[in-house]
C-alpha cells in the first residue's frame, strides 16, 4: 500500500504541465503529500533561492495569526531543524520528535506556539534540486495521531526531490511571467523606436526623467539598448530600474538576428529575487558585504562564507560586524528577519493562500 501511494504521489505531481501557474502547482504538491503521510495542517511555501526567504505559498490549517509567532521563532530563536540547515544539509527532511529525542518541550516553537494549538509533532522538508532550494514545507500532526510513523516520514523524503523539481519549474515560468504585462521594444542602431507591443507607451513613460524632453526612447532604456548592443560577454543585458510611480522594473536588451544594430528591449514588474539585493544595498553595503548577506541568510558559517568568497574568517567576521552596525541589529538572525519583516513581509503575506 506504501508503495502504491507514494506511485499515486509521484504521479500527481508529474501530471503537472509545465504551463501550470504556482498556485495549481502548490495545491498538487500539498495533495501529493497528503497522499504519502498524515497530518493535519501544513505550509508548502516558496522561496528566493538566494536567501531562503518565502514569497508566497499556501496554508491549511493553521491559523492566520500563527504566521508571525512562527516567523519571529524560524528567525529570530534557537531551535531544532532550520530551513537553511536543512537545505544546506544531505538529509532535507526531518521531524520534531526525532530532533529532540521524543522531548518536543526542549524545542522553543513547541513551547511558544504548537501546544496551543494542539500540536504533536512537526515535519519539515526543504526541497532542493543540487545546491538550489526552491521551496519548503511545514506538516504538523494533533495529539490524537501521535508523532509521524518512519515510513511516513521516509515516504516524504522519497517524494521531495520531485516536489523541487516541480517548484522549480514553475519559478522558472514565474521569472518569464513576472506577474504582470510586460512591454517589448524594438530599437535600430540610433535608438529610435522601429516596433513596440500594445500598452508599452505606458511603461516607457513611467521611465521618462523629469524635466527633460525625451520622446522617444527614455534615456534609462537607451543605455541599456547601447550595453546589450555593444556588450560582447553574454547575450543579453539585464538591470533593475525605478519608475516615476516607486515601483521597481526589470529591463532586459539582447541584440537581434541580423547584425544591424537593432535591439529588443524588454520592461517587466521587477520580482522579488529582483528586489533583494537593492533592499539590502539600501543599508549602504558595499557589493562584497551584499555577497556576505545573501550567504548568511542561507545559513552560511563563517567558515563556509570564507571558502564560498575565498576570504580569511577574520575578514568576514569583520565584515559581519560591519553588515549588523550599518543595519542596526545585533545578531545574524535580527538582520535576516530585518530583511524579511521590514521588506518582504507584505508581499508574502499578499501571495499566501490559507485553506482552512
Not at 72 to 100: C, H, I, M, Q, Y
Amino acid at each position: 500500500m506504501a508503495v502504491e501511494r507514494f506511485v499515486t504521489a509521484r504521479d500527481r505531481l508529474l501530471r503537472v504541465g509545465e504551463d501550470a501557474d504556482m498556485a495549481l502547482i502548490l495545491d498538487e504538491t500539498v495533495a501529493a503529500l497528503h497522499e504519502v503521510t498524515a497530518f493535519s495542517r501544513c505550509a508548502v511555501l516558496t522561496v528566493d533561492p538566494w536567501t531562503l526567504l518565502p514569497t508566497g505559498g499556501v496554508v491549511e490549517g493553521f491559523p492566520p495569526e500563527a504566521c508571525g509567532p512562527f516567523w519571529d521563532n524560524e528567525l529570530l530563536s534557537p531551535g531544532f531543524n532550520k530551513f537553511r540547515e536543512l537545505a544546506r544539509s544531505t538529509e532535507t527532511v526531518a521531524t520534531l520528535v526525532e530532533a529532540t529525542d521524543g522531548d518536543i518541550d526542549r524545542a522553543p516553537i513547541y513551547t511558544d506556539l504548537y501546544a496551543s494549538l494542539g500540536i504533536a509533532d512537526e515535519m519539515r522538508a526543504a526541497f532542493v534540486l543540487g545546491t538550489t532550494c526552491w521551496g519548503i514545507a511545514v506538516l504538523a500532526r494533533d495529539l490524537a495521531d501521535g508523532a509521524f510513523p518512519d515510513h511516513q516520514i521516509d515516504e516524504v523524503r522519497r517524494l521531495a526531490p520531485v516536489v523541487a523539481r516541480v517548484l522549480r519549474s514553475g519559478a522558472c515560468r514565474l521569472d518569464a511571467d513576472a506577474h504582470g504585462r510586460a512591454a517589448v521594444i524594438v530599437v535600430d542602431e540610433h535608438n529610435e523606436i522601429r516596433d513596440l507591443t500594445a500598452d508599452s507607451r505606458a511603461l516607457l513613460d513611467e521611465l521618462r526623467i523629469s524635466g527633460v524632453a525625451e520622446p522617444g526612447l527614455p534615456s534609462l532604456i537607451g543605455v541599456v539598448a547601447r550595453r546589450a548592443r555593444r556588450n560582447r560577454t553574454s547575450t543579453h543585458v539585464a538591470t533593475r530600474v525605478c519608475g516615476t510611480s516607486g515601483r521597481w522594473l526589470r529591463v532586459a536588451a539582447a541584440p537581434m538576428e541580423g547584425g544591424e544594430g537593432y535591439v529588443a528591449v524588454t520592461i517587466e514588474p521587477a520580482r522579488p529575487g529582483d528586489l533583494v539585493p537593492i533592499v539590502i544595498e539600501s543599508y549602504g553595503l558595499t557589493p562584497r558585504e551584499v555577497e556576505i548577506v545573501l550567504l548568511l541568510a542561507r545559513g552560511f558559517t563563517t567558515k563556509a562564507i570564507a571558502a564560498e568568497l575565498a576570504l580569511s574568517s577574520h575578514t568576514v567576521r569583520d565584515h559581519v560586524k560591519t553588515v549588523l552596525a550599518r543595519a542596526g541589529v545585533s545578531s545574524r538572525g535580527e538582520l535576516v528577519a530585518r530583511l524579511f519583516t521590514e521588506h518582504l513581509l507584505d508581499g508574502f503575506e499578499n501571495a499566501l493562500r490559507h485553506v482552512v
